[in-house]
């Protein structure tokens, strides 16, 4: 599905029965939406509909000529909800699609129905910029994050993942690779300079927070500080899980999604 804003097209995929309560997932960058592939059956099993969001410059979703900075990625969320019309959402969001999950919640509030954080902090880490600027200056030197893939895959998922679900790891990788310059290098800029440390303890909405334990680009620790930041906030780890801990912990990651899900649904009953 194609929604269109002012000058811009935004790819969004909906699943599920019309009456149902939406899930949004927001994904990490150089991804896209079909990263959220484990968690579209048992979702859509537990009573939900599913909406996936292309960020600008990745799967569907085309870059664009406009700058793209942290709240045109929000505002594009906020406006395909409010143009499908699906009244209060579950937003899920891992790594930048957290980070954008972040901002909508503290702009946007009104649109939540429950905030889930996966594997994303609450500012950029200290001395990180040099790291990104690496990355950034590779991408534009090769013309193309395929050089970098099997790098960033590594820090991304456990390698055994690669024997054992081959299609999901060859699925990540050629996101990866076809993930266009220009989205990769505004999407790292954005994960270099951002804090919500200050308006977090205003959020309002229930919220979960997960970590894989063994992710080293969003550490745990930092992951669990973001958690305390949000009034009331749960977090769990993800056992085993890396930094796409819905990948390769994903039948914790579901359980605890669904559980989470369920838990709400019931509160607000």
Same mark, same amino acid.
């Given at each position: 599905? *194609?929604?269109?804003?002012? /000058?811009?097209?935004?790819?969004?995929?909906?699943?599920? !029965?019309?009456?149902?309560?939406?899930?949004?997932?927001?994904?990490?960058?150089?991804?896209?939406?079909?990263?959220?592939?484990?968690?579209?059956?048992? &979702?859509?099993?537990?009573?939900?509909?599913?909406?996936?969001?292309?960020?600008?410059?990745?799967?569907?979703?085309?870059?664009?000529?406009?700058?793209? *900075?942290?709240?045109?990625?929000?505002?594009?969320?906020?406006?395909? *909800?409010?143009?499908?019309?699906?009244?209060?959402?579950? &937003?899920?969001?891992?790594?930048?699609?957290?980070?954008?999950?972040?901002?909508?919640? *503290?702009?946007?509030?009104?649109?939540?129905?429950?905030? &889930?954080?996966?594997?994303?902090?609450? +500012?950029?880490?200290?001395? /990180?910029?040099?790291?990104?600027?690496?990355?950034?200056?590779?991408?534009?030197?090769?013309?193309?994050?395929?050089?970098?893939?099997? %790098?960033?895959?590594?820090?991304?998922?456990?390698?055994?993942?690669? !024997? +054992?679900?081959? !299609?999901?790891?060859?699925?990540?990788?050629?996101?990866?690779?076809?993930?266009?310059?220009?989205?990769?290098?505004?999407? $790292?800029?954005?994960?270099?300079?951002?804090?919500? &440390?200050? /308006?977090?303890?205003?959020?309002?909405?229930?919220?979960?927070?997960?970590?894989?334990?063994?992710?080293?680009?969003?550490?745990?620790?930092?992951? @669990?500080?973001? $958690?305390?930041?949000?009034?009331?906030?749960?977090? +769990?780890? %993800?056992?085993?899980?890396?930094?796409? !801990?819905?990948?390769?912990?994903?039948?914790?990651?579901?359980?605890?999604?669904?559980?989470?899900? $369920?838990?709400?649904? +019931?509160? @607000? $009953?």
């Amino acid at each position: 599905m *194609i929604i269109k804003y002012e /000058s811009h097209t935004i790819h969004v995929d909906m699943l599920g !029965s019309r009456n149902d309560p939406v899930v949004c997932f927001l994904h990490p960058l150089a991804s896209d939406s079909g990263m959220w592939a484990p968690q579209v059956p048992a &979702v859509l099993a537990s009573g939900f509909r599913c909406l996936r969001i292309d960020f600008r410059g990745h799967g569907g979703t085309a870059f664009g000529n406009d700058p793209v *900075i942290l709240d045109t990625l929000i505002d594009d969320v906020r406006h395909v *909800i409010e143009t499908l019309q699906v009244g209060r959402v579950h &937003v899920v969001g891992l790594s930048m699609g957290g980070v954008v999950a972040q901002g909508l919640s *503290i702009k946007y509030g009104h649109l939540f129905e429950s905030m &889930v954080l996966s594997d994303c902090l609450a +500012e950029s880490l200290p001395g /990180s910029g040099a790291a990104w600027k690496a990355r950034q200056d590779a991408a534009q030197k090769a013309g193309g994050l395929e050089p970098m893939a099997d %790098i960033m895959l590594s820090k991304w998922v456990n390698e055994c993942l690669r !024997s +054992e679900n081959p !299609s999901a790891w060859q699925a990540l990788r050629s996101t990866l690779a076809a993930t266009s310059v220009e989205g990769f290098v505004a999407m $790292a800029e954005i994960m270099q300079h951002f804090s919500f &440390v200050q /308006s977090l303890p205003a959020v309002t909405c229930p919220s979960l927070v997960l970590c894989g334990e063994n992710d080293e680009l969003s550490p745990p620790a930092q992951v @669990r500080r973001l $958690a305390e930041l949000i009034p009331h906030a749960r977090f +769990e780890l %993800i056992p085993g899980g890396r930094h796409f !801990s819905n990948v390769d912990g994903a039948d914790h990651f579901n359980r605890a999604l669904c559980a989470w899900l $369920a838990d709400i649904s +019931e509160a @607000r $009953a």
